[in-house]
């Protein structure tokens, strides 16, 4: 009758040891005054408990239980040819985090140093950098990627942490669906409809590092089909200490205020429309240049940031094997420092189709066009040539996924096509493999190329990055000396060929592995080569100086590879851990000329390492626990640390949650990375802990 | 050089994952149940403790067991397996799947597949004749004249529940019950 009957037997077990710790709980909780209504399946990890356990839930508690995602989702994660991770959630609410850059440290194979108070650098599989530009990060299939100087601003990435469905993380090329720039990996923040976050939700705290944050969300239904929901967010971040101990200057506050509305007019249709408006104001402390005395001094100032962007989607469902999804957005960001203030807006259309034209064939093809146009003011130190820019972008792709055998084997052929003003046509073809022998295993394999395609500010800038007083030495003639980074017109795209494998293997009901490898070969990658032969005297601006000509160049290559394992084990049933580990080897050559290898390209650690531990405990509370080991980074100097979250919550009610986090417990401080470019101050993270209330009405 | 050798590693652990993998895949073989199925068969064996079922019925039948039959292949049959044993108004609980339609007799809860969709009205009729608890999750449920329809609303699973249909099979639905149901037909 029973297939597995000792699985079954040991699943039984451990409820029953669930059952007993809960009838503790309740019965702690009835002699509690405070005593509410219903509160059985708060805490309950409904996913791993048996139809023996839900009979003793009363059908109130039954109605409470959601019956989608969980299996539904590792089921899709199990059939993809590509290292794919998902943060659901509950990962992000147990982990404390408190943005979305902190949530992405869970991640094997990313590389996520805090550099200040307000910046982070984010890679995936090296190469890593505030400006770290092999990476695509979307919104809701908004991409956040800045074309000025490629990379993504993290600390304008921001929503309530609550509204986050998931976030899925697929390391590796992703350019055959996603196009370039999608090079080492694709990062997609999904947040929920608005049909599922009907009802008020307040959540406020306060901390060390969190001088004050508070989230507000009302959503509710205006008929059966239609849905919306409205929120705003704000927080008030302290600054970070310099290594000396002294305060780093560069405390930061945001508030995010948005909407979106959900609505399914028949069945076979489903239209969103949403909207995010931000502001923020964050201090910096750099240095900055200039031609007469001092020719370098410091300067603190406030980096004001603001946006607003609104985006439509129309899926229609054919049937279950066809589909088509037709997107439309429209983002506004302005940036406004001493450096550098620019004003970028994006038209974006992309349209998706998905057939079956033939038995076993799943096609998917789509046209993207996205217009970018930028306005520029330019300081001594950064300038841009033109100082406006109009950029079109024409894509698009094909993808065949071929069923061999019958869910066991399948093989993807992609290709995508694109056009763009600063390297013209690219092609980015792909081939990955399925086989899954079984429930229990799948195995992947894939070979990509894909391209990183210039960026406005490698095609267009003229950036004086330092300036030498007049006989200072090595300056020894009398003007001023300054090593300036001049416009290439003639910079191309680099080019990746990847080679991956990857293994998942659910080895018993209780623990899930996951092991990719790779290896990458990467041509034409960004050098900077300072011409000492050629310098010149340039009369304008005053006074006269001579400059250093320096050029970003496509002359380094090398390889990369690595090995990304994660897992998770459920001992019992109220205990999960997962643990992950990441090792990466880089090696990078400049070319016979003597062009800088591009030192900070390499500034990752050869090994990570985290565990997770989620425990919900009697009495609806739980207790966390997240323990990271980060390697070295020689080539900026950073020692490896080892430092630890923890959080404690506790579910009084149905509708009230409590938690206590602290953040980085082992240390006092510790530095994470160096800014590249502004030569910014190297600040350090502190220990730090927020409690936080969060109220569900 | 180096590239030769990490090619030649990589090769290696690709054939070392496949060849391992072979022999441990035969060892857990076990299907992973739904959670939807299980939360319905929780509501199911919940359903049974709000409904009475004519007295004449009880009385004869109390150290009989309680028969909950499946019509139709469904997933469900399963989970509802798995909680055999267990009572229900004292009686010990059973778990059938039914072939057809003369199988319903000794039962007090049928379920429904959604693939009986073209036989619906035989089998409500033969249920309403032997004071049975109809129960499905097929479109329309309750209002071709089932008794308790399950509808996924936003992840959650809600019923609906047909109270004529309930009276005309002599079976009283407990009001804790009607109050919990999302939609009620009179």
Known sequence: MI?????????????????????????????????????????????????????????????????????????????????????????????????????????????????????????????????????????????????????????????????????????????????????????????????????????????????????????????????????????????????????????????????????????????????????????????????????????????????????????????DKSDMTLQLYYDRARIHQTVLSETRDTYDFDFQHRFSPWEKHELIWGLGYRITSDNTKSSYMISFYPKSRTDDLLSTFVQDDITIVEDKLRLTLGAKFEYNDYSGFEFQPNIRALWTPNKQNSIWASFSRSVRTPSRAEHDARLNIF???????????????????????????????????????QISESIATDITAFYNEYNDLRSYTIDYASIFLELSPFPPHLVVPAAMTNDIN??????????????????????????????????????????????????????????????????????????DLPVVNIDGYCTMDARLGWKPNKNIELSLVGQNIFDNQHPEFKEEVLNLDRTEVERTFYFKVTWRF | MAHHIIKYILRIILLAIVFLSIPISYIYASESLTMESKVKAAFIYNFAKFVDWPLAVSNDTQSQPFIIGVIGYNPLIEDLMSIEGKTIKGRKLIVRQLSNIREMNNCQVVYISASEKDNLTGILNAAKSNNILTVSDMGNFVENGGIIGFVKVENKIRFDINLKTAGESHLKIRSDLLALARRIIN
Not at chain 1, 612 to 623: A, H, K, W, Y
């Open chain 1, 467 to 505: 300036v030498i007083p007049p006989d200072y030495p090595p300056n020894i003639s009398g003007f001023p000396m300054v090593l300036s980074n001049i416009p290439n017109d003639d910079y191309k795209s680099e080019i990746l060929y990847a080679y991956e494998i990857g293994y998942r293997k």
């Open chain 1, 558 to 631: 090398g390889h990369t590879y690595g090995i990304e394992v994660s897992a998770e084990w459920n001992p019992v049933l109220w205990w999960k851990i997962k643990p992950a580990y990441s090792f990466l080897h880089m090696n990078l050559s400049g070319s016979p000329d003597g062009s800088d290898s591009g030192t900070f390209d390499t500034a990752v650690p050869r090994h990570q390492f985290s565990l997770r531990s989620s425990m919900d405990l009697p009495m609806d509370m739980e207790f966390d626990l997240w323990l990271r080991s980060v390697d």
């Open chain 1, 3 to 319: 297939k597995n009957s000792l699985i079954v037997r040991k699943i039984i077990k451990y409820s029953k040891l669930y059952l007993i710790l809960k009838s503790i709980g309740i019965l702690l909780c009835i002699l509690s005054p405070s005593f509410p209504g219903t509160m059985l399946v708060g805490t309950c990890n409904a996913e791993s408990i048996s139809s023996a356990d839900l009979t003793e839930l009363s059908i109130r508690d039954l109605m409470e239980i959601e019956i989608t995602t969980g299996s539904k989702k590792s089921q899709k994660l199990a059939n993809t040819a590509a290292a794919a991770f998902v943060i659901t959630q509950d990962d992000i609410r147990r982990s404390g985090v408190t943005s979305i850059a902190e949530a992405l440290r869970m991640v094997p194979g990313l590389q996520v140093a805090r550099i200040d108070a307000n910046k982070w650098a984010i890679s995936s599989r090296g190469f890593n950098g505030r400006y770290a530009n092999k990476l695509l990060v979307l919104m809701d299939g908004r991409s956040v990627y800045t074309p000025l100087f490629s990379g993504v601003f993290w600390d304008i990435q921001d929503t309530p942490l609550e509204d986050i469905d998931r976030i899925e993380v697929i390391r590796g090329p992703g350019a055959a669906l996603w196009g370039a720039n999608a090079v080492n990996g694709v990062i997609n923040i999904i947040t929920k409809s608005a049909h599922d976050t009907k009802g008020g939700l307040v959540s406020a705290g306060a901390g060390k590092e969190e001088r004050g944050f508070g989230t507000f969300r009302y959503g509710d239904s205006i008929d059966e089909k239609a849905s919306y929901r409205f929120f705003g967010k704000y927080f008030d971040r302290n600054e970070s200490k310099l290594a000396s101990g002294h305060n780093a200057a560069d405390d930061w506050d945001i508030y995010t205020l948005g909407f979106r509305t959900d609505w399914n007019p028949t069945a076979m249709d489903s239209v969103m429309f949403q909207g995010n408006h931000y502001r923020a104001d964050e201090s910096q402390f750099f240095s900055f240049q200039s031609l007469t005395s001092p020719y370098s001094f410091p300067v603190n100032e406030e980096t004001k940031t603001d946006g607003v962007n609104f985006l439509y989607k129309w899926n229609r469902l054919f049937s």
